[in-house]
C-alpha cells in the first residue's frame, strides 16, 4: 500500500524533526554514549537541566528561517545580522567556529569577509558542523537544481572551509528532494550526484565502510547522520541510535530528526514531544512559510 505524505507535511516534519531531535539530544551532548537505550527525553545525561528545551542548532535555524521569510530569499547580510542577534540573546551551546565569527564582525570585520579571513588565519579551520545543523530552510525553500549554491553561500558566512560547506549543500539537498516527494535513498544517490568534494563523496557513496564518528567536524556530521536515517525505520529509531553515540549528540540527532521528518512527514513525528517542546509552534509556523513562499 502507497501512503501519500503531502509536501507540506514532510517541510513542517524536516524542521520539527529537526528540533524535536535537537531537544532529545541535548541532555546527552558531550558525553559517552548512555549505558542504556534511551527512547523517551527525560532528566538524565551530561546536561539534565536541559528538558523539552532544543539548543542553537534549532535557534540557528530559526534565525536563518526568519530572515529567508523577511526577505523573501537568503540574503547572507541579514542572515549573518540574525544570527548575531540569536547569538547575544543566548549564547550558551555555540561551536568555536561561530562564536569567533560574530566576535569579528562585532569588532568591525566585514561581515562577508569574516569567515574567510579566519579560514586564511587557521590554515584550514572552520569545518565544524555550524552551518550544517541549520540548513534546512535552505533545502525546503530552494528546488534541488538552485540548492547547492544558496547552500554555499549560507554556509560560507560562518564555516569557509570546502569541507563543511559541500557537507550543507549534500544534506540541504537531500532535504529538498525529499520534502519534494522523493524518497530517501533516491535523493541522497542525486545529492551524491552533485557533490564536488572527493572527500565527502567517497565518504557518503559507501558510509558503511566508515566508524561513526560523533565529532563536531562537518564531514563526521553529515556521514553519521545520514547513515542512522539510511538505517533507520523511524524517527524515533533514528534519534535514539544518533544519542546513544554520545559526543555532540543535538547536531546528529537534529539531523537525523531533520532527514526522517522529511521522509515521512510531521505525522510520523512523536505527540508527546510536539505538545511538550518548548517553542514547537514557531517552528512549525516557519515550516509551513517557508514552503508556502518556496521557490
Known sequence: ?????????????????????????????????????????????????IYWQFTDDTKQTLAISKSMLKCGHFDPIDA???????????????GPTSGRIFSMIKNGCAPL??????????????????????????GIF?????????????????HFNPVACEASAVFNTIISYLVRGMDITAAVDRAIESCEIREVRERIVT?????????????????????????????IDAVTEAVMLGGDTDTIAALSGALKGAEYGIE????????????????????????????
Not at 115 to 134: I, K
Not at 211 to 229: E, R, V
Not at 273 to 290: H, P, S, Y
Open 1 to 49: 500500500m502507497v501512503i501519500f505524505i503531502s509536501q507540506v507535511s514532510r517541510s513542517i516534519g524536516a524542521l520539527a524533526g529537526l528540533a524535536l531531535g535537537d531537544a532529545f539530544g541535548a541532555p546527552f551532548e558531550g558525553g559517552p554514549p548512555p549505558e542504556h537505550n534511551i527512547r523517551e527525553p527525560g532528566y538524565f545525561g551530561t546536561n539534565p537541566i
Open 80 to 94: 549573518i545580522m540574525a544570527l548575531i542577534q540569536e547569538y547575544e540573546r543566548d549564547p550558551r551551546f555555540y
Open 113 to 138: 569577509e569574516a569567515a574567510q579571513a579566519l579560514f586564511e588565519e587557521g590554515r584550514g579551520g572552520g569545518r565544524t558542523n555550524g552551518s550544517v545543523m541549520r540548513g534546512v530552510p535552505i
Open 142 to 158: 530552494y528546488p534541488p537544481e538552485e540548492v547547492r549554491t544558496y547552500s554555499l553561500a549560507a554556509s560560507r558566512i560562518t
Open 207 to 235: 558510509p558503511e565502510k566508515y566508524p561513526l564518528n560523533p565529532s563536531m567536524d562537518a564531514l563526521d556530521t553529515l556521514h553519521a547522520s545520514l547513515s542512522i536515517a539510511l538505517s533507520a525505520d523511524s524517527f
Open 268 to 295: 510520523s513525528l512523536p505527540e508527546k514531544w510536539l505538545r511538550n517542546t518548548e517553542g514547537i509552534d514557531e517552528v512549525i509556523n516557519c515550516a509551513r512559510a517557508l514552503w508556502v513562499m518556496r521557490k
